[in-house]
């Protein structure tokens, strides 16, 4: 699949089949997804895979869409507001380029901020030295949503002289 087709076609999956992902696919996906482009290579980025335990405990609402792998990914906070700032520009970056990727392989993702919290921070035992910047289900498509209307990208461009 080319790439603009791809990205066009990509969707947020809230209901997974019950069909097997293998962690050692995912991780294959991480490692491509990792050469994002990140300010003076600090790869900021962390991931944590999420366990049956685990995963209960953090009680989302719905269980990530039944997805069979869930993972954490976070950003370090660096020794700045503008360093913190670039780490999450990257991470989301290197988090793109997973969700493409999976999605190029059949396998949908779903993206929850569950991980703004600090109760979940607590259960994930994630140092005040990240940020959670999501928590991903990943897995295969039980159902893919419609295409959502989209604002043209000409209403949120400005040139200036």
């Keep these: 699949m080319d790439i603009e087709k791809l990205i066009?076609?990509?969707?947020?999956?809230?209901?997974?089949?019950?069909?097997?992902?293998?962690?050692?696919t995912v991780e294959s996906w991480l490692q491509t997804a990792r050469v994002a482009?990140?300010?003076?290579?600090?790869?900021?980025?962390?991931?944590?895979?999420?366990?049956?335990?685990?995963?209960?405990?953090?009680?989302?609402?719905t269980d990530f869409g039944k997805a069979p792998v869930v993972f954490a990914v976070?950003?370090?906070?660096?020794?700045?507001?503008?360093?913190?700032?670039?780490?999450l520009a990257a991470v989301?970056?290197?988090?793109?380029?997973?969700?493409?990727?999976a999605w190029s392989h059949g396998v949908g993702t779903f993206w929850s901020s569950l991980g703004?919290?600090?109760?979940?921070?607590k259960t994930l035992e994630v140092s005040e030295e990240y940020d959670v910047v999501g928590i991903f289900g990943t897995g295969y498509p039980e159902e893919i949503p419609a295409e959502k209307e989209r604002t043209?990208?000409?209403?949120?461009?400005k040139h200036m002289k």
């Excluded at 482009?37 to 609402?61: A, C, D, S, Y």
């Excluded at 703004?116 to 921070?121: H, L, P």
């Design 8 to 24: 066009l076609s990509r969707r947020t999956i809230k209901k997974f089949k019950q069909e097997e992902l293998d962690v050692k």
């Design 37 to 61: 482009p990140n300010h003076k290579m600090t790869e900021p980025w962390e991931v944590i895979f999420i366990g049956p335990e685990t995963r209960k405990q953090l009680n989302h609402k």
């Design 74 to 87: 976070l950003s370090h906070r660096g020794s700045s507001e503008a360093m913190r700032d670039e780490n």
């Design 92 to 101: 989301s970056c290197m988090i793109q380029n997973y969700l493409l990727l």
């Design 116 to 121: 703004v919290s600090s109760s979940v921070k």
């Design 152 to 157: 043209p990208i000409k209403s949120k461009v």
